[in-house]
C-alpha cells in the first residue's frame, strides 16, 4: 500500500521514537515530507515547567536522529485526576496505535463522549470541514458544490475559505473582486454568492502576493474570519481547508466545535495512501468522518464507455479498509471544471453535474443530523 516514500517517513518516524524511548507522555511522532519530526506531547496544564522540560529534551533528542531536518512539537492539554503525588496522563479518547488499521471501531474510539459541554458559535447549527490529506484532488471544487448544492435545497448555508496558502473559492464564486464590508459592530459581513455566505482570504488579501505565515498566523487567521464575522443564523458552515495535515487543521480542531469532516480523494493510489493519515488526524481530535468523497473517479466518452483514467475502486477499497462509507463518486466531467473556471458552481446546472451534488448533499446533510457536535480539544503549538 505504500510507496518507498512513505516506508522511508514511516521508518524515520519509528527512529525517532525509539531515539525518544517511546515514553507515556510521547502520544505521536509523525514525519513530513521535508524531513521534518512532528511530535505530539501529552501535557499536564498544572504542570508547565515539566512539560516544557519534556518538550526540549525531546525536540534534542529528536533532532540527533540522522535524516530529521527539522522539529516541532505539539503539546496536546488533558485533564488529569485530583491530586495525587504521581498522576498519570491519560488521553481522553482512548488512543488508536500507529498502523493500526482504522476499522469502524477505531474510528469510534475518537468519538466526543455523551453529557460533556458542547461549546457552539452563536447562530451556526453544524461545521462541516472538507478535506484532503493530498493537493489536486479536487477538495475546492467539493466545498463549492456540496455548499452551493445545500444552499439550492433552502438550506441557510455558510462557506469559509481556510485555505490560506491557496483561496481559490473566490474565483469559483466568480467574486475575485470582492471585499467584505464592516458592520457596526466591527465584525467582517461575509460575502453573499449564490445564496451563501462566504469568506476567504483571498476577499482581505494581494491575489499576487504569497503567504508566507507560520503557525500562529494562519490560527489567527481562521480564528478571525470564523469568530469575528456576521454569519448570521446557519443551518450548516462548510470549510474548505488546506491539504495536509499541518497547521491550519490543528487550528481548526483546536478553535472549531465541528460536527464532522468529509474526506476528499482520487482512485489513484498515490493518493489513498494519504487518505489513512488524514483519517487518523480526524480520530485524534475527535472530529467523526462522515465518509470518502471520490474524484476524477472515470471518465465517459461520447459512446457511454467508462475509461478509469486514475484508476478504478480505489475509494471504494479505502473506504472499506477505513470503515467509512463512500459518500459519492464524481466522474470527470468537463461542465464540473468550467464551473469552477467561470465562478458558477456546477452544482447549480441541471443535468448530470447537478444530480450528482445534490445526492451528496442529501447524503452529507442526513449524516450530520445524526451527530453531536464535539468539545475542541487543547492543542497548544510550541516553536
Known amino acids: 500500500m505504500f510507496g518507498s516514500k512513505e516506508k522511508s517517513r514511516r521508518k524515520l518516524a519509528g527512529q525517532v521514537r525509539n531515539a525518544l524511548g517511546a515514553p507515556d507522555w510521547l502520544e505521536s511522532v509523525d514525519v513530513d515530507e521535508s524531513g521534518r519530526a512532528i511530535l505530539v506531547l501529552l501535557a499536564d496544564p498544572a504542570d508547565q515547567a515539566g512539560a516544557e522540560a ?35 496522563l491519560e488521553p481522553a479518547p482512548r488512543r ?23 461549546p457552539k458559535i452563536a447562530g451556526i447549527d453544524r461545521i462541516l470541514v472538507v478535506a484532503s490529506a493530498k493537493g489536486g484532488v479536487g477538495k475546492s471544487t467539493v466545498a463549492v458544490n456540496l455548499a452551493a448544492a445545500m444552499a439550492k435545497a433552502g438550506m441557510k448555508v455558510g462557506l469559509l475559505d481556510a485555505d490560506v496558502y491557496g483561496p481559490s473559492i473566490p474565483t469559483m ?35 499576487d502576493a504569497p503567504m508566507i505565515w507560520r503557525g500562529p498566523i494562519v490560527m489567527s487567521a481562521i480564528a478571525q ?31 472549531v466545535p465541528v460536527t464532522a469532516a468529509v474526506i476528499v480523494t482520487t482512485p489513484q ?17 475527535a472530529v467523526p468522518v462522515l465518509g470518502i468523497v471520490e474524484t476524477m473517479s472515470w471518465f465517459e466518452d461520447p459512446a457511454g464507455n467508462r475509461h478509469y483514467l486514475m484508476g478504478e475502486g480505489g475509494g471504494a477499497a479505502m473506504a472499506k479498509t477505513l470503515g467509512l462509507p463512500l459518500l459519492g463518486q464524481i466522474p470527470m466531467l468537463q461542465t464540473i471544471r468550467e464551473g469552477g473556471d467561470a465562478g458558477k458552481p456546477a452544482a447549480l ?18 449524516g450530520l443530523d445524526t451527530l453531536e457536535t464535539k468539545p475542541a480539544p487543547e492543542i497548544i503549538f510550541e516553536d
Open 54 to 88: 519534556r518538550r526540549i529534551e525531546a525536540e534534542g533528542r529528536a533532532e540527533l536522529v540522522p535524516g530529521v531536518q527539522a522539529v516541532t512539537s505539539i503539546l496536546t492539554a488533558q485533564v488529569t485526576a485530583p491530586a495525587h503525588k504521581h498522576v498519570k
Open 96 to 118: 488508536v496505535s500507529k498502523g493500526a488499521r482504522l476499522s469502524d471501531e477505531a474510528m469510534q474510539q475518537g468519538a466526543p463522549t455523551q453529557g460533556g459541554s458542547i
Open 173 to 207: 464564486l466568480g467574486m475575485q473582486e470582492a471585499q467584505p464590508e464592516t458592520a457596526a459592530s466591527k465584525k467582517l459581513v461575509p460575502v453573499e454568492a449564490y445564496g451563501m455566505k462566504t469568506l476567504s482570504i483571498g476577499y482581505l488579501s494581494d491575489p
Open 225 to 255: 474570519m470564523l469568530n469575528d464575522a456576521e454569519w448570521g443564523e446557519l443551518d450548516v458552515l462548510v470549510i474548505d481547508t488546506p491539504p495536509g495535515t499541518g497547521d491550519a487543521q490543528l487550528a481548526i480542531a483546536q478553535r
Open 269 to 285: 493510489e498515490v493518493a489513498l495512501a494519504d487518505v489513512r493519515r488524514g483519517a487518523a488526524m480526524f480520530t485524534k481530535t
Open 349 to 366: 446546472s441541471g443535468g448530470e453535474p447537478g444530480r450528482i451534488f445534490h445526492e451528496l448533499a442529501r447524503t452529507v446533510a442526513v
